[in-house]
């Protein structure tokens, strides 16, 4: 599994992660076994948040007696992100993932509260060890802007959002804001909600044609096509242990410059919108 540094924390990271948004609604002991897997073949960047249902409790599990291994993220909520409903959710986040830390916590989105209390709990939590970095999520470009005024240059470690083959709109201003300021960006539902390429499809078939040439998969592909900018990372979910070795495997893949102008062309950014999608 190729690794790189995740903006400015100083820590290597997985190129392809493991995300777990619904991992709690299926079957405990598959999900558990699927996040093992990942673990063995190099997915140590695990994300889960406190919105994510009892996710932070399968993953206590999957990572017993392996916490050193990984790269631990999650999440407080906009509605208890002031200065000490931050802290307060990060101590929940810990008892229930049963660790004394978090490599990164985030913002999950941008709401009511001030940024600056937010950021006041963050860097609280970082003298007292709890989290080792902060970052936020779904934050567009302004919004960006408006943190990094109250948490200064080298602070925001990464920003999680939307992106996948059939939106790109993080390519026009969020990912060029993220380089500039060393930020990394986090490529969440990395194969769209449900809405994957299909074979048969314009797109789809450039995919297949690609993946038949390197004889790896559609999927694998688009993971590589996503993550080809040196800023970028992807966690995509799997619900088995077979999945997660696919999504794995796409970690060591390199596109050639055809392939990705193909790709490119096959699922055009198009324009900038007036606000950054999410789910």
Request: hydrophobic fraction near 40%.
């Amino acid at each position: 599994m190729n690794t790189k540094p995740l903006g400015r924390t100083g820590a290597n990271v997985s190129v392809i992660g493991q995300g777990t948004w619904y991992l709690d609604h299926g079957d405990r002991k598959r999900a558990i076994a699927a996040l093992q897997r990942g673990l063995d073949l190099g997915m140590t960047h695990i994300d889960t948040a406190e919105m994510y249902g009892d996710a932070e409790l399968v993953i206590a599990d999957a990572i017993a007696g392996r916490r050193d291994e990984v790269f631990l993220v999650s999440k407080v909520l906009p509605s208890n992100a002031s200065r000490g409903g931050t802290i307060t959710a990060c101590e929940r986040s810990l008892r229930r993932l049963k660790t004394d830390r978090l490599d990164c916590y985030l913002l999950h989105w941008r709401g009511s509260y001030p940024l600056e209390d937010t950021v006041a709990a963050f860097e609280e939590l970082v003298k007292d060890g709890k989290i080792k970095s902060w970052g936020v999520s779904n934050f567009d470009a302004d919004d960006l802007d408006d943190i990094l005024d109250v948490s200064g240059e080298g602070r925001i470690a990464c920003n999680q959002v939307l992106y996948h083959l059939k939106e790109r709109a993080i390519e026009h201003a969020v990912i060029p804001w993220c380089e500039k300021h060393g930020v990394a960006v986090v490529a969440y539902s990395p194969f769209g909600h449900d809405d994957f390429p299909a074979s048969n499809s314009k797109g789809g078939a450039v995919l297949a044609r690609i993946a038949e040439a390197r004889r790896v998969t559609p999927r694998q592909v688009a993971l590589s096509f996503l993550t080809r900018a040196t800023t970028v990372f992807a966690i995509p979910k799997a619900s088995s242990a077979e999945h997660a070795a696919e999504n794995a495997a796409a970690g060591d893949l390199v596109l050639t410059k055809d392939e990705i102008s193909a790709l490119d062309a096959a699922f055009p950014r198009g324009p900038k919108p007036r606000s950054l999608p999410m789910l």
